[in-house]
Nanobody
Framework: HVQLVESGGGSVQDGGSLRLSCAVSGYSVTRDCLGWFRQAPGKEREGVAAISSDGSTTYIDSVKGRFTLWKDNAKNTLHLQMNSLIPEDTGVYYC?????????????????WGRGTQVTVS
């Protein structure tokens, strides 16, 4: 049974930091392609960052230089360090796993999803 469980969300002030984690069970993330998506109030869900099987990472322009994504293969966990947070980063953040060969920012390319964790920046 595959589960992705996000944690680390919360409320912070403008300029603050949070670290999100996604604990994966039911399969190994070592060679997996995973991503983080977010959905702001009243907006569609968008891809934020992704990591490929070789460990290379991709970010949307608005978070480059502020967010860092990495995998802890030993703990089968995905992390997203978010620094210099701004109100526009507010939303529910979702972890997604088992991406196929499509574009990293396309939701349809991921098989597994977590339930999300709320991030609020004010």
């Amino acid at each position: 049974h595959v589960q992705l469980v996000e944690s680390g969300g919360g409320s912070v002030q403008d300029g603050g930091s949070l670290r999100l984690s996604c604990a994966v069970s039911g399969y190994s993330v070592t060679r997996d392609c995973l991503g983080w998506f977010r959905q702001a109030p009243g907006k569609e869900r968008e891809g934020v960052a992704a990591i490929s099987s070789d460990g290379s990472t991709t970010y949307i322009d608005s978070v480059k230089g502020r967010f860092t994504l990495w995998k802890d293969n030993a703990k089968n966990t995905l992390h997203l360090q978010m620094n210099s947070l701004i109100p526009e980063d507010t939303g529910v953040y979702y972890c997604a796993g088992d991406r196929t060969y499509g574009a990293w920012y396309m939701e349809s390319q991921y098989t597994y999803w977590g339930r999300g964790t709320q991030v609020t920046v004010s």
